[in-house]
């Protein structure tokens, strides 16, 4: 069946360095890849999202590329701010439109100034 | 943007009591809705898939008696935890399908179950 794999958290970085989360999926078909980032106390909100191989999908200064060689969405920001400290979340949803999202387990990050 | 609502965020209940948790979708219509739950500092895993005006679909595993869904208008669908125990304690967390943007999924921003 369909699954993400998230790298494990949590990560810790400074302010203005350089964040890669990664994210690889299994699906059968040609999924959506989706971020979402969970700020505390907060819902989830839609980060980016990219839907067919190839896509770059961008918000925010955040980017993640949809690679179907790799099957990865790894996300990525060249510099982090203190306000981007949220749990981020890698979500795929199947081939057919309407489908519930499969999340990965969550990363989440830390920036301090 | 579109904005779903969930009611109450929070909930404390006795053991053996039943609790009834609302998600709307306030500014568009929702054929589907989800629900999920998230553990703590764990992922969220879809319980059910409901669509208005038909049987909620259950993921394995989930007690469909046990977790009622009624999805009986385009804005509003209810999770009931009945005879809850202090195991359904939990963050459950509802979305909502755009009807006009097949791949946008809106979320709530959750219900804090604590079953004492």
Not at chain 2, 44 to 62: D, F, I, R, W
Request: proline share 3%; hydrophobic share 35%; net charge neutral.
């Amino acid at each position: 069946g369909n699954s993400v794999t998230q790298m494990e958290g949590p990560v810790t970085l400074s302010e203005e360095a350089f964040l890669t989360i990664n994210c690889t999926y299994t699906a059968t078909g040609y999924p959506s890849l989706f971020w979402y980032v969970q700020y505390p106390g907060e819902g989830l909100q839609l980060l980016l999202k990219a839907t067919k191989a190839d896509d770059k999908g961008s918000n925010k200064g955040f980017e993640a590329t949809y690679r179907k060689e790799t099957t990865s969405f790894h996300l990525e920001k060249g510099s982090v701010q203190v306000s981007d400290s949220a749990v981020y979340f890698c979500a795929l949803s199947g081939g057919q439109a309407g489908t519930a999202l499969i999340f990965g387990k969550g990363t989440t990050l830390s920036v301090s100034s | 943007g579109a904005v779903v609502s969930q009611h109450p965020s929070r909930v404390i209940c006795k053991s053996g009591t039943s609790v009834k948790i609302e998600c709307r979708s306030l500014d568009f219509q929702a054929t589907t809705m989800f629900w999920y739950r998230q553990f703590p500092k764990q992922s969220l895993m879809l319980m059910a898939t409901s669509n208005e005006g038909s049987k909620a679909t259950y993921e394995q595993g989930v007690e469909k008696d046990k977790f009622l869904i009624n999805h009986a208008s385009l804005t509003l669908s209810t999770l009931t935890v009945t005879s809850a125990h202090p195991e359904d304690s939990s963050f459950y967390i509802c979305s909502a399908r755009d009807l006009l943007n097949s791949y946008e999924q809106y979320f709530g921003p959750g219900t804090r179950l604590t079953v004492t």
